[in-house]
């Protein structure tokens, strides 16, 4: 699991707890199920199973793979519309293509994240590049979600390309976890995402028996999801491993640890980090569409079939078949 890797023993240090801090406690650990996306990539579904208002302001949370696919296998998205939200691509191994019809596009990889902002509607694939599909390889990603309150939700839609060397990388206390921040704040310390919701995204690396402990906005929900390895999580040290998601209570800290011991491939527990400021507001979801009433939904289908959305540039990309 390469994503962005430094030595923890140069990076700014977090600080440490205080008398008066407080661990967050556990309110549930959820094991989010196995499915298939697009044209058929494997992913874990990491909020299934939690009740919307405890996710809010996200909507949605596919890991995709990990996975060494043979040649020939690799499978992305064909091209689809959103509306009403932002989608967040974050690549931790592996590639993936991204293009649109504002213009916006490129290649994700190796701890690389695409932020686009669907706004008032917008149209896109996501593929693997044609080398990955003739040759096979690891692929490993997170699509990430993030819902718009009402006044954004018809903003002019954008993107940005977060290459990983962007991230904003930081040390446990101990230095026994290195931390990626991909947008928002920890500690007084930034990530390089501009996001219309306020939120904070990160990818931490805990060592086996380290013990990570994150300053947290009190303002802010908190999730973490296990993307590999075994640990405990919250004030109560509760077990979590690979592909289960833990919601958190009220507290100023998000503490997680990795069991000493972990699988021969998986060296270090790996944890994603999400929080962000409640919105609070009615949603109504259809497939890519996440507005606020249902009226709007069937005004979004309309306005997709009547190609308001924008158009397929001419010489589009287009999903790879092996030869």
Do not use: C
Not at 120 to 146: D, K, M, N, R
Not at 256 to 273: F, I, W
């Amino acid at each position: 699991m390469p994503a962005v890797t430094a030595d923890t023993s140069t990076l700014p240090r977090l600080s440490e707890t205080t008398p008066t801090s407080t661990d967050r406690t556990v309110t549930g650990i959820t094991t989010g199920p196995r499915g298939y996306e697009g044209e058929g990539f494997p992913v874990v579904r990491a909020f299934a199973g939690v009740p919307a208002h405890r996710l809010d302001p996200f909507v949605h949370m596919d890991q995709m793979g990990e996975v060494e696919y043979e040649p020939g296998e690799p499978r992305g998205t064909d091209w689809h519309p959103h509306r009403g939200f932002e989608t967040v691509t974050y690549m931790i191994d592996g590639r993936f293509q991204h293009q649109d019809s504002t213009g916006g596009g490129g290649l994700i990889e190796n701890g690389a994240t695409q932020w686009m902002t669907a706004g008032s509607g917008i149209l896109h694939i996501e593929t693997p590049p044609a080398e990955l599909v003739e040759s096979g390889g690891a692929f490993h990603g997170i699509q990430l979600w993030v819902n718009l309150p009402a006044a954004d939700k018809f903003l002019t839609p954008q993107y940005q390309n977060l290459e990983g060397g962007q991230v904003e990388l930081l040390a446990s206390s101990d230095g026994g976890a290195l931390v990626r921040i991909i947008a928002g704040e920890i500690d007084g310390h930034h990530g390089p995402g501009s996001t219309h919701t306020p939120i904070t995204f990160a990818h931490a690396t805990v060592q086996p028996g380290a013990r990570l402990s994150v300053p947290w906005r009190t303002d802010f929900n908190a999730l973490v999801y296990v993307l590999s390895g075994r640990g405990r999580v919250g004030a109560e040290q509760r077990p979590i491993e690979g592909g289960q998601l833990a919601v958190l209570g009220a507290g100023d800290r998000i503490a997680v640890s990795a069991d000493a011991a972990q699988d021969s491939n998986r060296p270090a527990l790996e944890v994603l980090l999400l929080g962000g400021r409640p919105i609070r507001e009615p949603v109504v979801q259809y497939g890519p569409f996440v507005m606020n009433t249902r009226q709007q939904l069937i005004e979004a289908m309309e306005d997709y079939r009547a190609g308001r959305f924008g158009l397929i540039p001419p010489n589009a990309l287009m999903p790879h078949v092996a030869r």
